[in-house]
């Protein structure tokens, strides 16, 4: 038998799927694979989710209001990771940057805020939490794709990071 475990996800943890033991989502999942040939869509989860036994049962019986405002802030999260700013840079070329990022917040590092782009690289508190995040994204890619062996130089970025700290 497999064993499951969540994979760093907030929209998981937003939604409340993180508090849900993974060992019965992925056997329910592995169960659902195997009544349909080796492969899933979202629909057969869906439909396998309509019978109340089903341990994915929960995950989608909210009400159709509180389904909207999560909706509303996921709109809002990709307006805000979406917009950009143009600089023009001393040779007169034009630099993209995000013009918000998202920072853990000082006083619960649990929870996320967006700062403009300016005030996170004067602010040594959220740049050292925009760093702690790239490096987590690094090591997340470097454990993903270990196998190849292309990747290997991630180590020394990841440790250039640090240092930076």
Same mark, same amino acid.
């Given at each position: 038998?497999?064993?499951?475990?969540?994979?760093?996800?907030? @929209?998981?943890?937003?939604? !409340? *799927?993180?508090?849900?033991?993974?060992? *019965?989502?992925?056997?329910?999942?592995?169960?659902?694979?195997? =009544?349909? !040939?080796?492969?899933?869509?979202?629909?057969?989860?869906?439909?396998?989710?309509?019978?109340?036994?089903?341990?994915?049962?929960?995950? @989608?019986?909210?009400?159709? #209001?509180?389904?909207?405002?999560?909706?509303?802030?996921?709109?809002?999260?990709?307006?805000?990771?979406?917009?950009?700013?143009?600089?023009?840079?001393?040779? !007169? &070329?034009?630099?993209?940057?995000?013009?918000?990022?998202?920072?853990?917040?000082? #006083?619960? $590092? $649990?929870? $996320? =805020?967006?700062?403009?782009? &300016?005030? *996170?690289?004067?602010?040594?508190?959220?740049?050292?939490?925009?760093?702690? #995040?790239?490096?987590?994204?690094?090591?997340?890619?470097? $454990?993903?794709?270990?196998?190849? #062996?292309?990747?290997? !130089?991630?180590?020394?970025?990841? =440790?250039?990071?640090?240092?930076? =700290?």
């Amino acid at each position: 038998m497999n064993s499951y475990v969540w994979g760093d996800n907030s @929209f998981l943890r937003s939604e !409340g *799927i993180r508090d849900v033991d993974p060992q *019965i989502v992925g056997e329910r999942i592995e169960h659902l694979l195997s =009544e349909n !040939g080796g492969s899933l869509t979202p629909d057969i989860v869906l439909a396998d989710a309509e019978n109340k036994e089903s341990p994915l049962h929960a995950f @989608f019986t909210q009400l159709t #209001e509180d389904k909207a405002r999560k909706w509303d802030l996921h709109t809002a999260r990709v307006i805000m990771n979406s917009l950009r700013i143009v600089y023009v840079n001393t040779s !007169g &070329d034009e630099d993209l940057k995000y013009a918000v990022m998202s920072v853990r917040t000082e #006083e619960d $590092r $649990r929870m $996320r =805020e967006y700062r403009h782009i &300016d005030s *996170i690289s004067v602010n040594p508190v959220s740049r050292a939490s925009v760093l702690k #995040e790239v490096r987590s994204q690094l090591s997340a890619i470097q $454990r993903k794709y270990h196998y190849i #062996e292309s990747l290997s !130089g991630l180590d020394d970025v990841i =440790e250039k990071l640090k240092v930076e =700290e």
